[in-house]
């Protein structure tokens, strides 16, 4: 008997399939039916037309890998980074995607730049022509180079290598592109900070202008400040250099300057003539231990530029003038100077000791919440209220039973708040709970009530009403009273 032909199966178009599987089909990167169901056959998915979600999915995933898979053979077919640069550059090659990782920072400098076309030649260059590109650190540098193309001196294929330390390299190139007259090395390093003013500055020097002159200089330099400047130590930032100059131009020495990098004079030129005063000052007595300088400094800074803070009632502080706002070094000995720094710092470590810290009220609100009593004869107030003083967190401690006072530098600080869960009733204040609150993550990290114990369940219910109200957290190690 003759087998049966099979009759030949329509074909289904794309337009009879559910929206779900057209959008599929789709987002796989094909535009018919026909390049799906072959793509599902080469990777061993059913080539039938109607896939759940789960389906759908894993061929979304394989999909991704087998393009990740591609992406990465086509690296490492080509390792040379002349060949991956281009790919880069016209984004054949995907910087997610890169594994290398200087291929990797190499696509992050053209997502940053102005200028992809100078940073490609530049980037092409230097990888034929030297060892830059072996290190991941250079990159930024080059990008910046790029991005300053149009005050290039000299033509780039002109540069070559003489050199096979790297940063010797770097300062060659930068010198070849740049400079006509000597930079200091110590400014080599500002072409990988973000700091175009700095980087002005170099060829503002490169092309043999004065210092003096360059553009948003922070500070006003004599012709001999200028010249120590040019003469810093390479180790030196441009900031350190500049304050270099001058002490070295007011007659300072090596040992004077290590004492004052530590302090706010060498990155802060606000006020800058007062602050070179207070230098005369240390070079007008050599015989001052330099381990004074650094408490010296901060000294004057308190007494003269920081607004106090004090506070008008509980919880609100007002900003009030400097101590002395007139400060100044004439007439000042080493004598009286230190025997001012001493009792200032005595009248700091008396008021911690006597135990009068004060700080603010966070951002965080109080809950007060009234009550009528179980014979509904009495209102009872409860409230929430946050602790201000060491003096309040004393008496918190002294309530309970407990240690919450040791927690005043953390408040004074602002990373944690205290608060109190208490009642009033007919005049009389009773404390129920201490509560510990993480300020930046608005996160609840403890509460205890008196001798340590637990929350009850009727001492929980009103926290939690402050917590919805505070939209605050409770952190899941916190524990409640399970009776």
């Given at each position: 008997m003759a087998k049966k032909k099979k009759s030949p199966q329509a074909k289904i178009g794309f337009d009879q399939l559910t929206w779900k599987m057209q959008e599929h089909i789709k987002l796989l990167g094909f535009s018919s039916v026909d390049q799906y169901k072959r793509w599902c056959r080469q990777h061993t998915f059913s080539s039938g037309l109607n896939k759940n979600s789960l389906q759908r999915r894993n061929e979304i995933t394989a999909a991704k890998s087998i393009e990740i898979s591609k992406i990465m053979a086509k690296e490492k077919k080509g390792r040379n980074l002349q060949d991956i640069i281009p790919k880069i550059y016209v984004e054949e090659l995907d910087g997610e995607e890169l594994r290398n990782p200087i291929a990797k920072e190499i696509a992050l400098a053209f997502n940053r730049s102005n200028c992809r076309d100078v940073l490609q030649r530049l980037l092409l260059y230097i990888g034929e022509n030297s060892d830059l590109l072996k290190d991941t650190f250079y990159i930024k540098g080059i990008e910046a180079i790029a991005n300053h193309s149009e005050s290039w001196i000299r033509p780039l294929e002109t540069w070559h290598v003489k050199r096979h330390n790297r940063d010797r390299q770097f300062a060659e190139l930068l010198r070849h592109l740049f400079v006509a007259y000597d930079v200091p090395s110590f400014m080599d390093r500002v072409w990988f900070a973000d700091n175009e003013t700095h980087q002005e500055w170099y060829k503002h020097i490169g092309v043999g202008n004065n210092i003096r002159t360059a553009p948003e200089l922070p500070v006003s330099l004599t012709k001999k400040m200028a010249h120590h400047f040019l003469s810093a130590p390479k180790q030196y930032t441009v900031e350190e250099a500049l304050r270099w100059g001058q002490i070295q131009?007011?007659?300072?020495?090596?040992?004077?300057?290590?004492?004052?990098?530590?302090?706010?004079?060498?990155?802060?030129?606000?006020?800058?003539?007062?602050?070179?005063?207070?230098?005369?000052?240390?070079?007008?007595?050599?015989?001052?231990?330099?381990?004074?300088?650094?408490?010296?400094?901060?000294?004057?800074?308190?007494?003269?530029?920081?607004?106090?803070?004090?506070?008008?009632?509980?919880?609100?502080?007002?900003?009030?003038?400097?101590?002395?706002?007139?400060?100044?070094?004439?007439?000042?000995?080493?004598?009286?100077?230190?025997?001012?720094?001493?009792?200032?710092?005595?009248?700091?470590?008396?008021?911690?000791?006597?135990?009068?810290?004060?700080?603010?009220?966070?951002?965080?609100?109080?809950?007060?919440?009234?009550?009528?009593?179980?014979?509904?004869?009495?209102?009872?107030?409860?409230?929430?209220?946050?602790?201000?003083?060491?003096?309040?967190?004393?008496?918190?401690?002294?309530?309970?039973?407990?240690?919450?006072?040791?927690?005043?530098?953390?408040?004074?600080?602002?990373?944690?708040?205290?608060?109190?869960?208490?009642?009033?009733?007919?005049?009389?204040?009773?404390?129920?709970?201490?509560?510990?609150?993480?300020?930046?993550?608005?996160?609840?990290?403890?509460?205890?009530?008196?001798?340590?114990?637990?929350?009850?369940?009727?001492?929980?219910?009103?926290?939690?009403?402050?917590?919805?109200?505070?939209?605050?957290?409770?952190?899941?190690?916190?524990?409640?009273?399970?009776?």
């Open positions: 131009a007011l007659g300072g020495d090596r040992r004077l300057f290590d004492a004052l990098r530590g302090t706010r004079f060498i990155n802060n030129f606000s006020n800058d003539e007062f602050w070179l005063n207070v230098v005369r000052f240390f070079i007008a007595n050599p015989m001052l231990d330099v381990s004074h300088v650094n408490p010296i400094i901060d000294f004057i800074w308190n007494q003269k530029f920081q607004n106090r803070r004090v506070f008008v009632e509980r919880g609100v502080v007002e900003e009030i003038d400097p101590p002395q706002p007139n400060f100044n070094m004439k007439g000042r000995t080493p004598e009286t100077l230190l025997r001012q720094v001493n009792e200032w710092h005595k009248t700091l470590g008396k008021k911690r000791r006597q135990g009068n810290l004060l700080w603010e009220h966070s951002n965080i609100g109080e809950l007060h919440l009234r009550e009528r009593s179980v014979d509904k004869n009495r209102t009872i107030n409860w409230h929430i209220r946050e602790l201000l003083s060491t003096e309040e967190l004393i008496d918190e401690g002294r309530a309970l039973k407990h240690c919450v006072y040791t927690y005043a530098d953390s408040c004074v600080s602002g990373k944690t708040s205290i608060w109190s869960l208490e009642t009033e009733d007919e005049g009389k204040r009773k404390k129920y709970l201490t509560i510990e609150l993480l300020l930046g993550e608005k996160l609840i990290r403890q509460v205890r009530g008196r001798a340590n114990r637990l929350p009850t369940q009727k001492e929980k219910n009103m926290l939690m009403r402050w917590v919805r109200k505070e939209n605050l957290e409770i952190a899941d190690y916190v524990s409640f009273d399970r009776g």
